[in-house]
T-cell receptor
Framework: GQNIDQPTEMTATEGAIVQINCTYQTSGFNGLFWYQQHAGEAPTFLSYNVLDGLEEKGRFSSFLSRSKGYSYLLLKELQMKDSASYLCAVRRTGGFKTIFGAGTRLFVKA | EADIYQTPRYLVIGTGKKITLECSQTMGHDKMYWYQQDPGMELHLIHYSYGVNSTEKGDLSSESTVSRIRTEHFPLTLESARPSHTSQYLC???????????FGPGTRLTVL
């Protein structure tokens, strides 16, 4: 089967750095996405990793270790607008299959 | 910026009514999806399509149906709405390759 685990909630301070972890178990792994979803809105794409290592995109970075079934999203210089849910999603091989985790709700406080 | 649209954005209806939620995209994407999401909960795939005349049920059992007669259009229909259908419905599309999904703004449905 497949399973995606993320912490339910995290709190961090404006200007700080936060790391949101995601572990997964799946057959036929073919990439991992991170999406951001503000309350009441639709998810928006943040990053995609298919090879091991770190992908940096501005204040956001995403890391993948396929052998460990592990990824993290790193947010630097936190801003209040970063308060949102962050969804880890795993893409599988063989037809359509992208499985979304339940998401991590991040609260950024002043 | 993705161009994917959903109507209506909000809908309140009575039990037993038939409704159709509209979804259109102007990006020429072959793949389209419908998800159901309750507040604070995870996304559940209810239908997807690889292209015109191709539709499949997703992981979550649903009493809805979909059609894909045109590439840009992927409507979802509930023949007889029930209170258990109250939820947010999100439509998404993706192009071939990486399959990054672009989401519409969603339809928040309330069935009384």
């Amino acid at each position: 089967g497949q399973n995606i685990d993320q912490p339910t909630e995290m709190t961090a301070t404006e200007g700080a750095i936060v790391q949101i972890n995601c572990t997964y178990q799946t057959s036929g792994f073919n990439g991992l996405f991170w999406y951001q979803q503000h309350a009441g809105e639709a998810p928006t794409f943040l990053s995609y990793n298919v090879l091991d290592g770190l992908e940096e995109k501005g204040r956001f970075s995403s890391f993948l270790s396929r052998s460990k079934g592990y990824s993290y999203l790193l947010l630097k210089e936190l801003q209040m607008k970063d308060s949102a849910s962050y969804l880890c999603a795993v893409r599988r091989t063989g037809g359509f299959k992208t499985i979304f985790g339940a998401g991590t709700r991040l609260f950024v406080k002043a | 910026e993705a161009d994917i649209y959903q109507t209506p954005r909000y809908l309140v209806i009575g039990t037993g009514k038939k409704i159709t939620l509209e979804c259109s995209q102007t990006m020429g994407h072959d793949k389209m999806y419908w998800y159901q999401q309750d507040p604070g909960m995870e996304l559940h795939l209810i239908h997807y399509s690889y292209g015109v005349n191709s539709t499949e049920k997703g992981d979550l059992s649903s009493e809805s149906t979909v059609s894909r007669i045109r590439t840009e259009h992927f409507p979802l229909t509930l023949e007889s709405a029930r209170p258990s259908h109250t939820s947010q419905y999100l439509c998404a599309s993706s192009e071939a390759g990486v399959d990054t999904q672009y989401f519409g703004p969603g339809t928040r449905l309330t069935v009384l």
